[in-house]
């Protein structure tokens, strides 16, 4: 499926964020139960998204983050652990993220300051 960010609906399904998919199908699509993704949110891996009836909505992220900790936990980790695990592999990648858009920041700022 191509999503496309001009059609009014195409912002939101680009969006890894956005709560697109409901308990059943997030299940589904990572191979867990529901219950797996009730102890994932309990455990603190992610705040399931509700609707407005109160169901829980997941999103990409959350659903790759559930991954990674349905992976760990088949490899023989707790829960918990393979949350904290993966809530630190999420951490250094947002920084590794904020270092990279700070270098090209300072490589601007050198270019810029080199042809003046």
Known sequence: MVVDPDRPHGRQLADADFPAFAMSAA???IGVTPAF????????????HRSGGGHRRYSRN???RADRARE???DGLRMDAAVRI????HQLA???SMIDG???????????R???
């Not at 993704?37 to 399931?48: D, K, N, P, W, Y």
């Not at 993966?86 to 592999?89: A, D, T, Y």
């Open 94 to 96: 947002a920084a590794r």
């Open 27 to 29: 299940a589904g699509a």
């Open 62 to 64: 959350d659903l790759e």
């Open 72 to 74: 760990l936990v088949d």
């Open 114 to 116: 080199g042809s003046a």
């Open 86 to 89: 993966v809530s630190l592999e």
């Open 37 to 48: 993704l009730r102890s994932a949110e309990a455990a603190g891996l992610f705040e399931a």
């Open 102 to 112: 700070l270098r090209r920041q300072v490589d601007r700022i050198t270019r810029r």
